[in-house]
């Protein structure tokens, strides 16, 4: 259990935390670059972090898995809000991966600045989404024992 949880609690920490930094530290310090640059840099800095999410992703949902069915006898309905999120969570990542991102590396690729600036805005704004429900999974994980039962 205690490694199951551990893997679970930091892999969500990279996840959650990455998105928060990536929208409340990096954007606002990027804003000052040139659109061209700025672009550049969020295909890179993007590309990082997603393939941490890639590898986050299956050990949350495994690790989580592993925890409801081996560790508890009944599953309370907080650990049931939590899974429904984290599943839209992953659903919402995994859109944006193949398809805003996908459309951001292959404009930056062409020189397409129009494009990708667009792109960025989108992913900008389902990640705002996904931080929320990732804080929303935090608050319910760590206050929803006292809360919600």
């Known amino acids: 259990m205690g490694v199951a949880l551990g893997l679970h609690v930091l892999f969500a920490m990279f ?4 998105m928060f930094f990536a929208y409340q530290c990096l954007r606002p310090a990027v804003a000052e670059l040139t659109p061209g640059d700025r ?4 295909a890179r800095v993007l590309g990082n ?10 050990v949350i949902l495994a690790s989580g898995l592993w925890m409801m069915m ?9 650990v049931h809000i939590m899974l429904g999120i984290g599943i839209l969570m992953m659903l919402l990542f995994l859109h944006v991966y ?11 690729a062409a020189g397409d600045t129009a494009l990708a600036a667009a792109q960025v805005g ?5 990640v705002a ?4 429900l990732g804080i929303t999974v935090v608050l319910i994980a760590t206050a929803g024992r006292y809360l919600l039962n």
Request: proline share 9%; glycine share 4%.
């Open 39 to 42: 672009t550049a840099l969020w």
């Open 70 to 78: 081996n560790e508890l006898p009944v599953v309370p309905v907080r």
């Open 15 to 18: 996840w959650v935390g990455g």
């Open 122 to 126: 989108t992913i900008r704004k389902l």
């Open 98 to 108: 193949f398809a805003p991102f996908r459309r951001l590396k292959r404009a930056v």
């Open 49 to 58: 972090f997603f393939r941490w999410v890639l590898v986050a992703l299956p």
């Open 129 to 132: 989404v996904n931080l929320s």
